[in-house]
């Protein structure tokens, strides 16, 4: 086993896919993007399905974008087809196969809730990051995402979702944290902003609350809480029909907070 690697909650089964395909550097890195210039070398960490990746690489001059494993790698090559601006290696954040101060700009999106080891991974960001350069983070807080209607069966989601997240070695509630565990990394000059993604109208409730509808039933977690014993499939149905119930509100509203930061390697 690499160094620090533990279970990715979510997996890659359609309806995850579904949902990491929707972000682009506009809508889940605008904090960064002011700082990119078209000579910068960038590491993309945790590249998922690449949609970042390609958007990120049309602003500088190279991205090499790594994730644990060749078949979750795939997904990103699949994106990219037959660009030859970004490398593809399968790497692991707690112990990077990287020569030390190679790239201006290292990146991480929703990467540091799922590790092992956060603080150790965002010393391996620095360590392959030039001198000057910027680590950037961002990721979701999961006991901040609020909602209207108050439907309980999301309650009782959201309860599942971190029981399933830290039985896996993670931090669902990771936003709050990443300026905490950026200055326990030793970075000593860091920007610590947060943002939204908002689903309000009926076309983003439709998909955002029936991508979950199905996600709950279908993806790794669904296995993951039956395996573990901490539901049940009625459990499970009771939680697929209850998104059903939100995505269904004519005033029905979502908002998941994201803490990021922008740190000076």
Do not use: K
């Amino acid at each position: 086993m690499a160094a620090g690697r533990n279970v990715y909650t979510h997996g890659h089964h359609e309806t995850v896919l579904r949902s990491h395909r929707w972000r682009t550097a506009a809508n889940s890195a605008g904090y960064l993007l002011p700082y990119l210039t078209p000579e910068a070398t960038l590491l993309d960490v945790g590249c998922g399905p690449g949609t970042i990746t390609v958007d990120l690489a049309d602003r500088v001059a190279r991205v090499t974008a790594v994730e644990p494993t060749e078949e979750a790698l795939g997904l990103a090559r699949a994106e990219a087809g037959a660009r030859d601006d970004i490398d593809f290696r399968v790497a692991d954040v707690h112990a990077l196969d990287l020569p030390d101060a190679t790239f201006d700009v290292v990146h991480a999106h929703q990467v540091l809730q799922h590790v092992a080891d956060p603080v150790r991974a965002l010393r391996e960001m620095r360590r392959v990051c030039r001198p000057g350069g910027i680590v950037a983070a961002r990721d979701s807080d999961y006991a901040a995402f609020t909602w209207f209607p108050r439907v309980p069966a999301l309650d009782e989601w959201l309860a599942l979702y971190q029981r399933a997240a830290r039985a896996n070695g993670g931090e669902p509630d990771a936003g709050r944290r990443l300026l905490s565990w950026a200055r326990t990394a030793g970075f000593t000059e860091i920007t610590a902003t947060a943002s939204t993604w908002c689903f309000a109208d009926a076309e983003d409730r439709q998909w955002w609350g029936g991508m979950w509808a199905e996600r709950i039933l279908h993806s790794a977690m669904a296995g993951q809480v039956l395996t573990a014993g901490l539901a049940t499939p009625a459990d499970l149905a009771r939680l697929s029909d209850g998104w059903r119930e939100w995505a269904a509100a004519d005033d029905g509203w979502f908002a998941v907070l994201h803490g990021e930061i922008l740190c000076r390697a």
